[in-house]
């Protein structure tokens, strides 16, 4: 199995920087690393086979659903016209949808619905193509819900539309950046009927394993926050909602998408050959987060220090030129602050949650998740990353008439890693 053309494209693109950013780590933090790579490895390997045995034993249900009626086919957050969903892809969605693959199977005492969007005849004639799918969705969610309080999501229900429509930066630097860049799906945070919205193909893994962290309670979002923003718009003083959980929940979504990659990615599924996969799949993922980070500043106008320098400079442009109409914030800033200090998150993980990846929902774990950021978003080494970044980004805006540079200069998109399922 590989990556994705885009993917591909993306990483030869970035070759040029690979070695020039990001310290080693030391024996002591490697083996912690491991040590946490390996109940990854156990948990992604057992619910494989979980998967493959469901599947043998005919327990994944799977059947066509076609209605005359486009209304009882379109979920009602499409239909009332939720802020997150882009208008453009919403009318092609209640356009072009002429019907379900429906998917169901029981995970322990969740029952979980999986509806892909059927919008042309090319869909109709190649059903098989969403089997590739939902094998990962559904090992996903096996290791997802043994994290999960069992209260969220009892019934889990998720739509999949593949439209081809790709987040891009605007072609006008006074354009706010919004859903229409950034967001790719909605989702409920725990309840106990849950659902899933996704509605463009690209980085479709990716962001369904980020909607469960809320829809499955996997992350903070339903806690009071006002003082824990009022402490972040202390060290970062801009015009921004921060909620930071999206920080949270984007920096384990592409962390968990690069290790079940590279686990379909080796051929044995041996765990030496996923620890090498995993880590060369992590190491993309820091280096592109860098660079979407430098280059969505730039874009703004803003280098990275002026989002908390003191100076009067910073103070004034970050004034007016830092806007978001989405959480970028946390998308794509802090998200790359933890993704950096990967290995020193996953062991903070580790130690501060209840499990690795439930985040404790503590007023002492939010001070705590604080202080980490608080020690690591000036660190040396990452500031000077960073200015190699600068360099290397404006090495690509100046090839930008070449197409190929326009994959990287011009893509919105969070994670790097993505398999080819088609």
Known sequence: MNFSEESE?????????????LVKKSPLKQKKLDNILKIIYNDIKLADRWASAEYAMNKI??????????????????????????????DYITKNLDGYMVYSCKIGEREVEIYFGLFNESDFNSLGKFDKYIKKMIIWLKIAFQYAPSMCSKKLKIYGFLTPFQKKLPGNQFTTLSHNHCNSAVTTSCTPHGEIIIYRKEEFLKVFIHETFHTLGLDFSN?????????????????????LFEAYAEFWASTMNSLISAYFLTDKKEEEEFYLYGEFCIRFEQIFSLFQMIKILDFMGLTYKNLYDNDNISNSIRRYLFKEKTNVFAYYIIKS??????????????????????????????????????????????LRDIEKMHVFLKKQKGSISEPKYNKLTKTMRMSLCEIGLN
């Open 337 to 382: 602050v933890l993704l950096y200090n990967n290995a020193d998150f996953m062991v903070w993980c580790k130690k501060h949650n209840n499990s690795l990846l439930l985040f404790n929902k503590t007023n002492h774990n939010l001070d705590a998740f604080i202080q980490f950021i608080i020690s690591t978003y000036k660190n040396p080494q990452f």
């Open 61 to 90: 249900r799977s059947y066509l659903k076609k209605d005359a009626s486009k209304e009882k086919l379109i979920p009602s957050w499409l239909l009332n016209e939720s802020k997150y969903i882009p208008d453009f892809i919403r």
């Open 9 to 21: 494209d993306i990483t030869k693109l970035l070759l040029p920087i690979f070695d020039a950013v």
């Open 223 to 243: 806690m009071p926050l006002t003082n824990f923003n009022n402490k972040m718009a202390q060290l970062f003083p801009i015009n921004s909602e921060f909620n």
